[in-house]
């Protein structure tokens, strides 16, 4: 949520920092803003609404020798919290009267009471954000120390709340100090010059070696320079990691937008997932990041997954798979509900907690709360490197390459392909015979395969689209395994195309949500084969009976299920647990069309941004 970019080094900053929030924007962007340390000292630039509109004020900025005279700076795109989007309440925020300007991430809780204190002491506020406060305690604090990163550090062990900072002052101008508490810092190493990032793909295109920085640690960095010390001042030292996906991998490589890339990029992002991790002569997953002998999974009782958005939708598939593969207690819980509802776990669970970004803070307080109950806690994540996946201790990375536009497309699939392997294991550490976990071997490696094939009928399912793009409320029903898979599909056409959409089990329709229904009243079914399609195909015509126009997500070769429905749209015949891949890849594709059709800024819609670190 929100992305900060901050350079120190030989060359001009502008563009280094702009080209940055480029790739950043993805993580918030209703203003964006830009600070440059030179000579003259610190100036910023800033304005309501996308970075394009920040280029755009700067002018003709690469022939302004006053802006290329900066050999540092610092700049963020904004996700709002604390105060409307507006050129004010943008970042960088000044602190003093101008002689600090930071930039923040994150949640000051104690905003009010700082803020009532800094008032008493005379400083003027311009601003409704909690990073103001920040800004002008660290200018309070440059009063009675030597040096920024002292001030920073003092300022900070008086805050309570998440961050990732990245601040200069005016009597240090190529001197950054960035920090973190709950909110990712990545730094980048380079011949004489550091990049400063809330996430690598602002790296990427600098360098691919990074360190990443742990909560409470604080850097000193200038040009090529960086000292990490913690909170209270002792000396810190921090491994280097080297990037391991290229520069093209946040590019949109000639889609129109990053959703289609993403969703076209899922045969590989599952081969990538699932290479390796699949013995088929045993029979079994081998998950060497979970760290668990089969001794050891004989001894768990219950595995919970927590998670948020698509990946609690991913999660329900886990469950759903851990029951059927391996007998076993399996449940799903929304990562907010499981922090705050004082659950029961013990050490024979085995919580898994999933997540994109390996950021999400409801996610990561629910791996914390497990953690101290007890629990086995394990990540199953994308980002590398990312909180959740180094608080858990042990985990999956799901491999799946830089996912940017806000819709999540292919960290779904992973997660699914990683969680099917995850169940056959446990399976196999049971009752689950090697026969039996070699079919189911072979049923995921045909996966990308299959995907492939839904990928190449994206044309059909536009066409099935077109007849969507006025509707303002959809229904997505499905039973068992196709459950998960209509409530991901209704998310994801109601974040990308604005249309109401809900998820219902189609048992459910009938106790409430068929009220609704009316003549026209678009209702996509979910009918892969499997273990309740004929049931779901009897809501379909109490639907129809309501005059609803219904599209079934049907299996090649279901001639009964394409004579009842309106549209169909088609995916290869598989066992009901991968089809749950290839069915969401379908509706992803419908989603996209729809809110193409619409006209509907697909990669950024409004109000949201790609990882949710605030509760
Ligand atoms: O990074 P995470 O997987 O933890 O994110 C969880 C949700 O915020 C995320 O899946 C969200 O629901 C997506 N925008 C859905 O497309």
Redesign the pocket.
Known sequence: MCGIVGYSGGRSAASILLNGLKRLEYRGYDSAGIALGGPDGVCIHKREGKVAGLVEQLGDYENRPEIQRAHSGIAHTRWATHGPPTTANAHPHAGGSGEVVLVHNGIIENHSSLRAKLQADGYQFVSETDTEVLSHLIARELLETESLVDAVRLALTQVVGTFGICCMCAAEPDVLVVARRGSPIVIGLAEGETIVASDASAIISHTRQVIYLDDDDVARIEHGSVDISSLDARPVTRETADIDWSSDAVEKGGYAHYMLKEIHDQPEAIRNAIRGRLDATRGTAVLAGLNLEPRDLVDLQRVVFV?????LNAGLVGEYAVEDFAAMLAEVEQAAEFRYRNPIVSSTDLLLA???????AD?LAAVREAAEKGACVAGLVNVVGSTIAREAGRGIYLHAGPEIS???TK?FTCQVAVLLMVALKMGRSRRMSREAGIQIVKEIQRVPELVERVVATSDAIAMVAQHFTECQHMFYIGRGYMYPVALEGA??IK?ISYVHAEGYHAAELKHGPIALLEKGTPVVAVLCEGPGKDKVLGNVAECQARGAVVVGLITEGDEESRDICDHVIEVPKSPHYTATITATVALQLFAYHVARLRDCPIDQPRN?A???TVE
């Open positions: 998670g948020c958005g698509t990946s999933i997540s994109q970004s390996g950021e999400t996610t806000v819709a999540s960290a998310l994801k974040e949201l790609k990882s949710v």
